[in-house]
């Protein structure tokens, strides 16, 4: 009897858990608040090439040097690069405060930052510690790098990604 509820469960953790994994070539519907309470929709960047990066509090350093290369991609109307921040690890007590930094942060970032206070966002993209994901111009979910490891070909993707051509609405 416990086998086969120890097989049910496993069966229903992987059927839940799958649909929050957003796969390579698909579209992406990702939506949420930025630091300053707006929504963001990323279908609102049609055309461009949005960049997202990944921080929390263990990799805050390499987030640091990701974002300091990645600024000088910023581009409106072609680039946009979205911080995404988790603050799954935050303690409770901590939390309004840590809100409150990644606002001020935001405040002064040429990208939209978008704290994740539960981890739901980044459990949703499958993404743990510094990574960078890039969505073409059509709002698929291309290519994900591993922090500074892979920032260099990061970046030289994302200038092919601006020269692909959208296709024609028919």
């Known amino acids: 009897m416990t ?8 069966v229903c953790s992987a059927a839940i858990s799958l649909p929050w994994a957003e796969e390579l070539g698909t579209p ?6 930025d630091a300053h309470g707006h929504l963001f929709d990323i279908a609102d960047f049609d055309g ?11 990799t805050a350093h390499e987030a640091r040097t990701i974002s300091s290369r990645l600024s000088s991609v910023v581009s409106p109307g072609r680039v946009a690069v979205v911080a995404l921040v988790n603050l799954e690890s935050v303690p409770w007590f901590a939390i ?31 993404v743990r510690g510094a ?22 070909q990061a ?4 200038e092919e990604l601006q020269q692909e051509s959208l296709p ?3």
């Open 3 to 10: 086998r086969w509820l120890g097989a049910i469960a496993l």
């Open 28 to 33: 992406s519907r990702l939506r949420a608040r």
């Open 48 to 58: 461009q090439v949005v960049v997202l990066t990944v921080a929390s509090r263990k």
């Open 96 to 126: 309004r405060y840590a809100k409150r930094r990644v606002a001020e942060e935001a405040a002064h970032s040429r990208f939209i930052v978008l704290p994740d206070e539960g981890g739901r966002l980044c459990r949703r993209l499958a």
């Open 131 to 152: 990574e960078i994901l890039l969505f073409d111009r059509r709002g698929q979910l291309r290519y994900r790098f591993r922090g500074t490891t892979e920032l260099e």
């Open 155 to 158: 970046l030289q993707t994302v």
């Open 168 to 170: 024609v609405p028919r």
